[in-house]
Every structure is written in C-alpha cells, then in structure tokens.
C-alpha cells in the first residue's frame, strides 16, 4: 500500500479506537497475545530467513543477537503485551475539573495523542511492544522497522492483525511500513497533519537522521552519557560496587555509566579498590590525579590518559572515563556540559550534597546511592517502554502510555456568552 | 549584545532561577509591578514614539491600536503580573512516588522547561505577560518583539530589569532581541540546546514560518477556524445569542466562530431569526439549503454563496459561512476536516449528541452550549496567557505556567544495584 493510503488509514482506524474502553482494547490485546502463542512457529520460521540472510550479509554476531527471536523471546513478547493489559487505562482521565464565575464547567481530560509512527532498528521485540502501548493509549501506529528484520517484523504484524481480528479490535490501527528505502522514512517524516509523533530508537546516527529531519514532532531517545559521581562522604565498598554495575551489567545500554567524577579527598582510598575490580575488564581513562590516585595499577588493568573527547563519549563500550573534582559544584558543572540529561547519580551520605545534587542537575532520572541502569521502563513499573526521552518537551525518561496521550478540554454550558 | 551571548547569560541565569523559591519569584515579581508603576510615565512616552513612527509609516489604525500603551493598558499590564504572583508555584511539585520492589524510591517532579524564546508582533503588554509566566515557571525568556514596538519594548525591559534588581530577583532571566533582523530569527529557531522552546505568537505567517524553520520544539498557537453546530434539538433563541457573540464580540480573536453548522431540521427556524439578528452586521456565505431556509433576506442582509475555500478560511472578520447537514456525524466530519483543532461548539438539548460530539471532535476545546469565544487562559482562570495552543504535543489549549515545565525523576537508593 501506498504510504499516503496507509497514513489515512491509521487516522481512519485511529478515530475508532478513540472511542474504545478499557474493555473493549484489552480484549483486543489479549487476543493479540493468543495470536502470537498460535504463530510462534511461523513467527520463528520467517526470523530464522532474516537471521541466515543477515549472517550471510556478513552482519557481526551481536547485531544478529539483536535480531534473534527465541522461544524465551517469544515469551517475553507475549508477556509484555500482558504487562501492558495490566496497565491502567490512560485515556478518559479527568485530570482536573472546575467552575467558572458564570457557570460554566470545565473539564480537563486525557485522549490520545493520534498516530504515532516509529523509526527501529533490528530488534522485533520492539514491534510488538510499540504496537501494544499504542493500541491500549488509544493510538494508531506505523512501524518501520530495519530490512534486516523485514520478515520478522511481517510475520509479527500478521499475528497481530489475526489476533486484533479475533477479539473484536481494529486491526487497521497498525501498519508496517515494507519499502525499506531512505524515501518512505523522509515521507514519514514529512507526514504533517498525518502523523502526530515520530519516535526513533535505535543508534545516535537514527536519531539525529530523524531529529534534523522531521517536520512533525519527534521525541528524541537513547543517547546516554551518564555520570556517577562519588562524594567525600560516600560508601566506598559500596561505591565501587555500584560502578562495577553501572558499567558491567550492560555496558552497551543508554543507562550504563561512561564517566565516574570522584571528589579529590577519597580518590586515593577509592580508585586503587575500583582498579581492582574493574581490571581485566575495563579500560580506565583518567585524568592525572585519577591516575595518581590509582597508585601501581594491577598488571591486568588498561590505564591510558583521558583526553577532552572522553568527557563527550557515551562509549557503549568496556571503557570508563575518570575525572577528578575538588568539589560537588565542579562534578555538578560537568554533568551540565557533557551529560546527555539522561540518568546522573550522586554516591553520597550527606543529605545536603544529595539534595544539592539533584536540585542542580539538568537530567531526566537523578540518583542519590544507585546505579544509573535502573533508568528503564520495566524497572521503573510502566510494564513496556516506549524508550526512555533524552529531550524535556512533551515525555521525559523512561515512556509508557502516558508519552502517548494529550489533553482535551470539556467545556458544559447553559447558553453563557461572553460579555 | 550577540545573540550567542545572551543565549549563554540567560542559560546561566536559568539555572539559578530554577533553585528559588515560591516566596523570593513572587517578591521580585511585586517589585517588577512596583517598578513598571514608576516607569509608567517613561514607557507611555517611549510607545508615544513607537505610535508616531508606525502612523507616519502608514500602519493601518487597527495596527496602530494593537501597538498603542495608556493607562488603562498599563494598569491591565500590572494586573496581570499580579494574577501571576497569585498563582500557584508549578515548580517542585511532586505528581507522584512510588517505592520500587527493590526498596528504591521514585519521585516524580516538576521542574523548569528551560529557556524560551516568545517571537510576536506588535502588542507590547505580550512582553510583560510572557515574562511573568516565564519568571514564575523558573524559565528564562529571550522577547523578540516587532521592530515597530522597539521603543515600547526596551523602556517595559528597562523596567521589569529595574524591579528584579530591586526585588533581589535574577534580571538576566529576561532579555529583549533588538537587530529587528530576519537572521535574528532564524538564530533563534536554529538554536538547539540552547533555547529549550520557541513560541510564535501573532499572525498566520509568522506561525508558519516558525513552524517550518524551527529546529527547536515550537508550540503552535492561534489559527482557529472555530465551528458550532446547531443540533435540532436545540434552544433556537439561545442559539442566535451564541452565535451572535461568538462571531462579533470580537471577530479578530482566534476563538470567534467562522462557520456555523444547522441541522437541516431547524434550518427554516433558525436561519432567518439569525439573518435577521447579523444583518447589516455580517456577511452569510451558505450552501443552497441554508439560502433557502433564510427565506427573504432582511434588505441590509449581505448573503453569498459559499465557495469550497469559505470552509477553510479563518475569516476574523465580519464574515460567516453557513453549512446545513442531516446529521450530528456530518458536522463532526466536515469540523475534523476543515477545523484546526481549536474550539468547537455543539447547541443541543440532547445530552446523548453532546457526549457524541464532545468524544468523536478532535480539538483542545470542545464546548456544548455556550461560545467558543471562552477559550482564553483568562477566562479560564490562569491568569495571564501564554497563548493558545492548536498543537497536541506538549501543551493544548490556552496555555499558562503548566506549559513552561517539564519533569525530573528523583531516585533515593540506599545502594542498589541491577541484578
């Protein structure tokens, strides 16, 4: 279909499922997730061709991991359509209501934002995901998802379709956007009037593709150079725990740590125990009294010099930048002109330099005494996530269905004119 | 100063209004009342020669009074910082909190939007409007007014500077862009990071300019192409009042009616009593039902045929187009094709048809039975008005302080780390 047919029809079906109540969309969905038990084999069969392509293409193996679908992964597809079935309903909501001097009654209400269109990479979890916080915030959805998992995305659609089909739902609510060329995403982009919001996730290249390009709006995500920043008074053991996982438990998420800022009077007690730990596994990049404080670095352990670069890079990688501050003020400072405004934390036991901390730093999700990889959706109880909003218009941090809905006024007279 | 400097100082002032508190905004706003109170005399004669430039460069009267200061103006300018200082603090609110499985704590707070930039034509109070939401929501605010309102505009800014010095308020948190130019403009609309909103604020040409130019979030405001329908059921006398005042009570208001809707079932009703009360008054474009349904025309009556583009068209102007249609759901079509999402009306007795309205019409304000001409942060009771949003994204409807904030994430762990 053509992508003009397509977008009319997502506005089409999307005015239906306006109207829809809870009931009526988790019945829908809770066919979806039937329909997804019932196409496992298919579903598996068309990602195993997109799998073989992709390896064939020469595509490195923690790409094609991204693209794999597995029997765990089918579970985990289906449960998450379940956590959002879970999910209260975030259309009709009276958010406020008041009167008026003359009587007039106004209400105002939640309904959805319209049609959403997402911009993905391989992962086909990512499909079913947006397509069911779409569908139970009243949404329509386009999905352009990669080439590469072309097949997958097809196969997951078609269940979805039969599953919408079934249980009483609009199936045209969601559509997949097949052409896989530069054009159809810079038509969607394009879409005004057609397309209320454009969500890309994937790399920082996508994104930027998209934020430069779009002529509607666009909620930018993902890119995560996050700071964890130890304070004179912190727990050490602790601290060093915590960094180990900031950075080790998945050092290629948004929300691992890049740069660890230590205050001066404890760089010497705490960097030699973090060296430690983190030798053999990670590569440090330190400033020179970082370095110093080190002491003689275990054998295993890649030290190098950090150069202003490093404080830029979300490295996504096993590499950590470490700079040393004389003060809360200059750790704050740093954050506020390298960080992405992702996820910052503060490892402290001093309550004023906490509250300091969070009071002055400019990010979506501020910790006192935790790793930044909570900074995530199913971590934070919004069952599926959107991605998590980089920017501080419109949804900022972890997304679920609220990133998807807007306000209408309701507005009750009696025949009142103004004067 | 260049326009990249002022960036930089009003970033920096932002982030230490964004620290203060209820008690000290609202002292250094008294002091900007007390301040414009004294400079009364000094900014009605700085506009004096605003007025005098503008007539002897041949700005049409109507123009002229947008641009025009005098007492009364000021006193209403005073007033409306006074409303701002009576309103609620929409900073460090907490929406919500939770504590998470793992003993984490989750707040979820309001915090300052940023910087905005406010671009608008010739009414001077907009300055000081748009200053005092801005200053109470902790945002910093770049006014670039038009080069006809300079005079007025330095002498409000000189001002407003004054009293915040005075009342131990942050005067960098405003600044005025004076070059006039249009590469001040597209400055403004390129600058990413540093200005966090950008609000067009004035004609239809100016909106969409910024619009297409911006690669900053904008928030659209102002086009209202405003429609009421009158559902057979409805009280006929009171009808022609509304549509009376929604259509001359101010015709030039975003909010004024631009097209009426008649249930052909009460056209011959209604159409007449109407045509009686707007002639001599207002111009009937109609389709050939409702010509026909108005009979003989009183002689002062001005009555056209309507053309496909009356549909379209934001008139303000003593012009109104009439439609007939046989049903509720021929109104709702014809309103979501033509409407630009702005306020739109149902007159009905039928309390089934106006839920069926108020749910299926896509617009920020929807109203049964009164005049669309309510919708106004005035009326509403937000004091003053940063305008009128016709965008879902971010904010909808008449926008007060909520528009100028965004969220922040406080978590409180006691060291916990992600399995």
């Known amino acids: 279909m053509a992508l003009d047919n397509i977008f009319s029809s997502l506005k089409k079906a999307q005015a239906e499922l306006a ?25 598996l069969k068309a990602n195993a061709a997109d799998v073989e392509k992709a390896r064939a293409g020469g595509m490195k193996e923690a790409l094609v991991d991204r693209l794999l679908l597995n ?14 079935v879970r999910q209260e309903d975030p259309i009709g909501k009276v958010q406020a209501g008041w009167v ?6 106004v209400e105002r209400t939640t309904v959805p934002l319209g049609v ?23 949404c329509g959805i386009l999905l352009r998802g990669s080439s590469a998992a072309l097949e997958s995305n097809r196969s997951l659609v078609k269940a979805i379709k039969e599953g919408l089909n079934a249980g009483g739902g609009i199936s045209d609510a969601l559509a997949l956007a097949e052409s896989g060329s530069r ?13 209320d919001v454009v969500l890309p996730r994937g790399g920082k290249d996508l994104i930027r593709r998209v934020v430069e390009n779009a002529k509607i709006p666009v909620i930018e995500t993902g890119e995560g150079n996050c700071h964890i920043y130890v304070d004179s008074s912190a727990d050490i053991i602790n601290a060093v725990d915590i960094i180990e996982n900031a950075k080790l ?18 760089a010497a007690v705490l960097l030699p125990l973090l060296a430690k730990r983190l ?27 950090a150069a202003e670069e490093d404080w830029e890079t979300e490295f996504l990688d096993y590499i950590l930048a470490i700079k040393t501050v004389d003060t809360l003020e200059e750790a704050v400072t740093h954050i506020n002109r390298y960080g992405t405004k992702h996820s910052e934390a503060i490892l402290t036991n001093d309550h004023r330099a906490a509250e ?52 209408k006024y309701r507005i009750h007279g009696t025949g009142q004119i103004r004067p």
């Open 116 to 138: 959403a269109a997402i911009i993905y990479e391989s992962r086909p979890n990512v499909t079913a995901d947006a397509f069911s916080l779409a569908y139970k915030a009243g």
């Open 356 to 407: 300091e901390f969070e009071r002055r730093v400019d990010a979506a999700c501020v910790y006192t005494n935790a790793s930044t990889r909570f900074t995530d959706g199913g971590q934070f109880g919004f069952g599926a996530e959107l991605g998590i909003s980089t920017q501080k218009f419109h949804a900022r941090g972890p997304m679920g269905l609220e990133a998807l809905t807007t306000i």
């Open 19 to 43: 109207l829809q109540n809870r009931g009526q969309k988790d019945a829908a969905l809770k066919a979806v997730m039937d329909a997804i038990e019932k196409g496992r084999g298919a579903i």
């Open 279 to 305: 030798a053999g596994k990670v590569e440090l990049r330190c400033d020179n009294f970082a370095k110093a404080a080190v002491g003689a670095p275990p054998q295993s352990l890649l030290l190098k010099d």
């Open 249 to 266: 438990q998945k050092p290629g998420a948004c929300n691992a740590v890049e740069t660890v800022l230590v205050h001066r009077d404890i």
């Open 71 to 84: 029997d765990k992964r089918i579970n985990d597809i289906i449960e998450g359509i379940d956590t959002v």
């Open 100 to 105: 008026l001097p003359n009587g007039l009654q």
């Open 183 to 195: 054009d159809e995403v810079d038509e969607i982009l394009s879409a005004r009037g057609k397309i």
